[in-house]
């Protein structure tokens, strides 16, 4: 009879990004990037998801670079004995894709010992842990310090890859020693990323390698390295290790309690010669041939081998507990849900089978930085996790929510995980030579339930949708024939029409100074129009987003307006916005209010740096005010983050707009000279010389105090010069903005 045990779901596990790798003489530390280091409520926050089991640092590098005898165990005691006090049991990691203290490396024949050393020293100050994962990833650091040259000690051939290896691993058997002389009792988690890799027949022979390779870590602990052994020749030969260095690992076995899989999208490669199919980025080799090494998800027609595939194998070969120690995907939030559930899918069905797995880790709980450029340098790229620290506090995620549900229930639900993952659809697929995707996607239940944007004619319904696509989010762009925000017959059935889950509003009135002529037209549509629709989708259950604008402003401060700042508009068109923003959040407070400013794309050729450009690029001067103060926002972001927070559930009025404060004349120079013409033809005047109908505020700069979500001014604009091109009808109208 089964047990209940085996009949329960996995377990959800947590972890946070905590590398501590070494570039050169610098340390980059993501427990400190994170703020995770001086943030101990942390630790409450994932107690709250429902997770029991924590992969948790007290790294040596931050412990004792100077050895166990001068430890500073102040920030380790603390928050081990918060963890055991909030009943989380921590998995204690020491090395994590380290090269350890200065006076060591993963070359020096004495790491091993000294990180035994340091061992025993945490195991008899916390002698009550009973889980520890000595050295993360043993594999892919001695890949990346000693075989690619990435991370310190920089090396790149055969024996540094092998010396880091061994090293690394016979660090883990010495550390498992001197802390079982305390805690006999202790348990080896062993993580390692474990992809799979896929060729071109010519090159067979290198994935084999590379897939036996793989395995490396867990067959040395394990003990089961021996002449027979695929990788033997391997070691022996190209990369010098001696009989005596291989036969310590046979005389002392130290199998792991529970096999960790890291696994990644990226951890599935294929090898391809024909280098000219694929950007030079990817053109490596092996002496003997050149290839191509690209993600397989982009190339391979039947998609990733996957997560249920990879564990079966590590199952049959080891039949030991497995836990997936690492779930993340540094994507857009659909995505991460997306990820998440088919690799819980895929360890409730194995575990089902009868494999003993005992976990899924949702990994960088806290999110991870500059990933990207495999942390070889800090450039500030952030990908959040179940939290998002772009707000004062940890701001939790719709990836948060999705945890607790796993924890405590045993599945969750979205309206976007009604769509596949972008790793299973056809526009994954980047090479030209790749066929037609014929990978499965995640059982659908029911048709998907898709997103309604209203305003199919204007910039920013285009911009939705255009990005709905490409996330792989189900929508509708209805114009006002489909749908006529001011109408609630029209909205009830275009709800019901399309069993919507929520509806953006990016209809509306936009022609500031028109709105001084006809302001009974401007309250229709942005006004009556928006408190209709939030009152309709309130009825029916589904969620609305609606903009608004910085002109609910009226200028006089000098400082960034945040959400709580006095609205007090200046023209028709900033009061009907200000209205707008009350009447929706009085009948649905739940609704999401979007406050954003100065809209400029890529696609909209008539915004005021398109116009600025097309005039300057033609050696014509251009007239813009330089008495007006403002945040312009570039509407590809702008979207991203509207649709991540609906996604998330969130509520109320945010303000988003990029980073950053500049006249519109300061706008249009800089602009030019990114695009490379000459700035001095734009001519500043006052904003009043313009004679427009609607007054101004002379500063209506959006600062937040919820998060600051958007990259700076300067990044948007130069990602916009690059995408962007200049070639339109010359007419200019100098006083026009695009207007939310």
């Known amino acids: 009879m089964p047990r209940d045990n085996d009949l329960a779901p996995p377990e959800v596990w947590g972890g946070i990004e905590c590398t501590v790798n070494r570039v050169g003489e610098r340390y980059h530390d993501q427990i400190q990037r994170s703020g995770h280091a001086d943030r101990p409520g942390d630790l409450d926050r994932f107690a709250a998801l429902g997770v029991r089991t924590l992969?948790?640092?007290?790294?040596?590098?931050?412990?004792?670079?100077?050895?166990?005898?001068?430890?500073?165990?102040?920030?380790?005691?603390?928050?081990?004995?918060?963890?055991?006090?909030?009943?989380?049991?921590?998995?204690?990691?020491?090395?994590?894709?380290?090269?350890?203290?200065?006076?060591?490396?993963?070359?020096d024949p004495s790491f091993p010992l000294l990180l035994a050393d340091y061992a025993g020293a945490v195991a008899r100050r916390y002698p009550w842990v009973t889980h520890y994962t000595p050295v993360n990833e043993p594999l892919t650091t001695a890949r990346f310090s000693g075989l690619y040259g990435l991370w310190y000690p920089h090396q790149r051939d055969a024996r540094s890859f092998a010396r880091a290896l061994l090293h690394q691993c016979r660090g883990v058997v010495l550390a498992m020693d001197r802390i079982r002389e305390t805690t006999p009792d202790a348990k080896l988690v062993q993580t390692e990323d474990l992809g799979k890799v896929f060729s071109t027949r010519l090159l067979a022979y290198q994935a084999k390698f590379e897939n036996e390779r793989r395995w490396l870590t867990y067959d040395l602990l394990c003990g089961h390295v021996g002449p027979e052994h695929g990788m033997w020749d391997y070691l022996r030969r190209e990369a010098g290790v001696t009989d005596d260095e291989l036969q310590f690992f046979a005389d002392h076995p130290c199998p792991p309690?529970?096999?960790?899989?890291?696994?990644?999208?990226?951890?599935?490669?294929?090898?391809?010669?024909?280098?000219?199919?694929?950007?030079?980025?990817?053109h490596g080799g092996n002496g003997r041939h050149a290839y191509a090494d690209v993600e397989a998800v982009r190339l391979r027609p039947e998609g990733l081998a996957g997560p249920r595939a990879l564990l079966s194998e590590a199952w049959d070969r080891y039949h030991r507990p497995l836990a997936v120690t690492e779930v993340h995907n540094g994507c857009t939030r659909e995505e991460q849900l997306r990820w998440l559930l088919e690799v819980w899918d895929a360890?409730?069905?194995?575990?089902?089978?009868?494999?003993?797995?005992?976990?899924?880790?949702?990994?960088?709980?806290?999110?991870?930085?500059?990933?990207?450029?495999?942390?070889?340098?800090?450039?500030?790229?952030?990908?959040?996790?179940?939290?998002?620290?772009?707000?004062?506090?940890?701001?939790?995620?719709?990836?948060?929510?999705?945890?607790?549900?796993?924890?405590?229930?045993?599945?969750?639900?979205?309206?976007?995980?009604?769509?596949?993952?972008?790793?299973?659809?056809?526009?994954?697929?980047?090479y030209a030579h790749s066929l037609e995707d014929t990978s499965p996607g995640r059982p659908q239940r029911l048709a998907a339930r898709p997103l309604l944007i209203a305003g199919a004619t204007g910039t920013l319904g285009h911009a939705i949708g255009a990005r709905c696509e490409v996330r792989g989010l189900a929508y509708r762009l209805l114009t006002r024939a489909d749908m006529d925000i001011a109408d609630p017959g029209s909205v009830d059935r275009a709800l019901a029409l399309h069993n919507a889950w929520a509806v953006v509003n990016a209809a509306g009135y936009v022609r500031v100074d028109d709105a001084e002529r006809e302001p009974e037209r401007c309250f229709r549509e942005n006004t009556e129009g928006a408190a209709v629709l939030a009152q309709v989708c309130r009825a029916r259950g589904a969620g609305v987003v609606t903009f608004s604008s910085d002109l609910v402003f009226d200028g006089r401060q000098r400082e960034p307006y945040r959400?709580?700042?006095?609205?007090?508009?200046?023209?028709?068109?900033?009061?009907?916005?200000?209205?707008?923003?009350?009447?929706?959040?009085?009948?649905?407070?739940?609704?999401?209010?979007?406050?954003?400013?100065?809209?400029?794309?890529?696609?909209?050729?008539?915004?005021?740096?398109?116009?600025?450009?097309?005039?300057?690029?033609?050696?014509?001067?251009?007239?813009?005010?330089?008495?007006?103060?403002?945040?312009?926002?570039?509407?590809?972001?702008?979207?991203?983050?509207?649709?991540?927070?609906?996604?998330?559930?969130?509520r109320g009025i945010w303000h988003l707009a990029n980073n950053g404060a500049v006249t519109w004349a300061d706008f249009a120079r800089r602009a030019a000279e990114l695009a490379g013409f000459d700035g001095s033809l734009v001519d500043g005047r006052s904003m009043e010389s313009f004679g427009l109908a609607a007054k101004r505020p002379g500063y209506s700069v959006l600062g937040s105090e919820r998060a600051g979500l958007l990259p700076p001014l300067e990044d948007a604009l130069q990602r916009y010069v690059h995408e962007a091109g200049y070639v339109g009808s010359p007419e200019v109208r100098v006083g026009e903005r695009m207007e939310a």
């Open 563 to 650: 959400e709580s700042g006095i609205a007090a508009p200046l023209n028709t068109y900033g009061r009907s916005k200000l209205e707008s923003e009350r009447r929706v959040l009085g009948v649905h407070p739940d609704a999401l209010v979007i406050r954003t400013s100065a809209f400029f794309g890529p696609r909209d050729r008539h915004n005021f740096v398109t116009l600025a450009l097309r005039n300057i690029s033609a050696g014509r001067r251009f007239a813009a005010a330089d008495d007006s103060v403002v945040s312009p926002t570039y509407v590809p972001d702008l979207v991203d983050a509207c649709l991540d927070l609906l996604i998330d559930g969130e």
């Open 257 to 282: 309690d529970i096999i960790g899989i890291n696994y990644y999208l990226t951890s599935e490669r294929l090898l391809d010669e024909r280098l000219a199919l694929y950007p030079a980025s990817t």
């Open 347 to 430: 360890a409730v069905q194995l575990k089902a089978e009868g494999v003993d797995l005992r976990a899924v880790t949702v990994w960088a709980l806290l999110g991870a930085f500059d990933w990207n450029t495999l942390v070889t340098r800090e450039a500030g790229h952030y990908e959040p996790g179940a939290f998002d620290l772009r707000s004062p506090e940890p701001r939790p995620t719709a990836l948060a929510r999705m945890v607790r549900d796993l924890a405590t229930a045993g599945e969750s639900s979205h309206p976007v995980l009604d769509m596949p993952g972008w790793w299973r659809r056809s526009k994954r697929l980047l």
């Open 55 to 107: 992969r948790y640092p007290v790294l040596w590098e931050r412990t004792a670079p100077d050895g166990p005898a001068t430890a500073n165990w102040s920030w380790a005691d603390q928050r081990l004995e918060r963890l055991r006090s909030l009943g989380i049991n921590p998995i204690v990691g020491l090395v994590h894709h380290g090269s350890g203290p200065r006076q060591t490396n993963l070359m």
